[in-house]
C-alpha cells in the first residue's frame, strides 16, 4: 500500500519560514515528478512547486522565489522549505505524484490535482498578520 505522509505544518508569523516533508512509503518514487499542492478555506486546490526525479524545480508564480523543492531519494522524501510566508499561503498543504513515470514535473501544474494519483492527507499551514 502507497502512503504519502508529511509533516511540518504549523502556525507562523508572516515573514517567517517553515518545512515541510513529505516521505513515501510503499513504492519507491525515485524516478518519478513529485510535488505539493495546496488548498485554503472555500478555495480549489492548487499546484505549489513540483520537481523532476533530476532535480529540476518548477513553482506557482505566487511563491516564486519564496518557496524552494528539493528531493532526497536516498529517503524517498520530498520537502518544500517555505519562506517570507504571507497570510495568503494559509491552507492545507498536499504532496502528490502521477502514476505514470512521463509525467514531468513541469506538467504537474498543467495537468492538476485530478492528474495525481497519489495523495497525502496534507499538513496544515497557518500564517497570522
Known amino acids: 500500500q502507497v502512503q504519502l505522509v508529511e509533516s511540518g505544518g504549523g502556525l507562523v508569523q508572516a515573514g517567517g519560514s517553515l518545512r515541510l516533508s513529505c516521505a513515501a512509503h510503499?513504492?519507491?518514487?525515485?524516478?518519478?515528478?513529485m510535488g505539493w499542492f495546496r488548498q485554503a478555506p472555500g478555495k480549489e486546490r492548487e499546484f505549489v512547486a513540483a520537481?523532476?526525479?533530476?532535480?529540476?524545480?518548477y513553482y506557482a508564480d505566487s511563491v516564486k522565489g519564496r518557496f524552494t523543492v528539493s528531493r532526497d531519494n536516498a529517503k524517498n522524501t520530498i520537502y518544500l522549505q517555505l519562506n517570507s510566508l504571507k497570510p495568503e499561503d494559509t491552507a492545507v498543504y498536499y504532496c502528490?505524484?502521477?502514476?505514470?513515470?512521463?509525467?514531468?514535473?513541469?506538467?504537474?501544474?498543467?495537468?492538476?490535482?485530478?492528474?495525481?494519483?497519489?495523495w497525502g492527507e496534507g499538513t496544515l499551514v497557518t500564517v497570522s498578520s
Open positions: 502528490a505524484a502521477p502514476d505514470e513515470i512521463s509525467v514531468p514535473a513541469q506538467a504537474m501544474g498543467v495537468i492538476g490535482p485530478r492528474g495525481m494519483a497519489y
Open positions: 510503499g513504492r519507491t518514487f525515485n524516478n518519478y515528478a
Open positions: 520537481i523532476n526525479w533530476s532535480g529540476s524545480t
